[in-house]
């Protein structure tokens, strides 16, 4: 009876685990959405990306994700090509690998840092805040305002003196063609929340018909103020914005603290041509003038971060 039984369990462990390996390999299946020649596109993968497409990816999500999982597809027959065609070992590509990890790797630390020792504004940061900015919200207008964008060839302080010369706008654009400018204009109707806190407080003072220049590192912009109306705002109604916001400003001192932190206790050696120079202690992660015009940060874009 001792041996039939050690047969039967010799019998049947192979028959468990091979029903294990079984669950583990659908298991496995069931986390892939695709396959390219030998590489797996996972769900993972999948919703990573639909991740990145914020509010737009809940909206009829089916479709969005057929699209986004097609768009992984073409990524990696490319990528695949790029391989194999050995572009992986270009100088420059692998520079642009390293710059692209070294970066999810800063905000990845810093967005952590950020969140962890950040709190949520009083009561009475949100009043205060509110009552030192009645432009947002308690006198709070919506401006319907015509942009002409305007290349470079003729510098903003000519420009501005011609505006000085109380000319009308036509005049104005009639003499920036005879110098050859190229512009592009629209109109765009924008509550104060959306504009710059500089540009907002110079809306604010201006009549309709009034003009405002200001330059850009890409182009000079002509903003023509057409019409304005209140729509304001109550403490109240104001309240998840100006949260939002102060949590956002709150997170940025603390990563600046942070990276200043680093920057003192690293120790850092500059060599050849660098040599002569000290480095900076109070060197941050900021941007460059021309980044900074690309970039959507609250704190770049003033109001706009409500």
Known sequence: MRKKKIV???LLVPILMVGCD???????????VAKVNDTEVTVHQLNYEMGLLGPAAGQNTDKVAEKTLDNLIKQQIVAQKAVAENLDRDPQVLQALERAKRQVLVQAYIKKVAESGSTPPTKQEISDYYAQHPELFAKRRIYQIR??????????????????????LETLVRWLESKNVKMQSGVVVKPAEQ??????????????????????PGNISLSVLMDVRDQPLTEAQAVPAIERFLIA?????????????????????????????????????????????????FMEKGAAGL
């Open 8 to 10: 039967w369990w010799g």
């Open 22 to 32: 079984k669950g583990a390999d659908s298991a496995k299946e069931s986390q892939v």
């Open 147 to 168: 942009e002409i964008l305007l290349d470079k060839t003729v510098p903003i302080t000519e420009i501005q003196d011609k505006m000085k010369e109380a000319m009308s």
């Open 195 to 216: 504009l710059p806190f500089e540009m907002l407080a110079r809306l604010a003072q201006m009549q309709q018909g009034q003009v405002m220049a200001v330059e850009t």
């Open 249 to 297: 400003q709150k997170r940025e001192k603390l990563a600046e603290a942070e990276i200043k932190r680093l920057r003192s206790e690293a120790k850092v050696e500059l060599l050849g041509k660098f040599a002569a120079t000290t480095p900076s202690k109070e060197s941050t992660l900021k941007p460059s003038p021309e980044q900074k015009s690309n970039d959507t940060d």
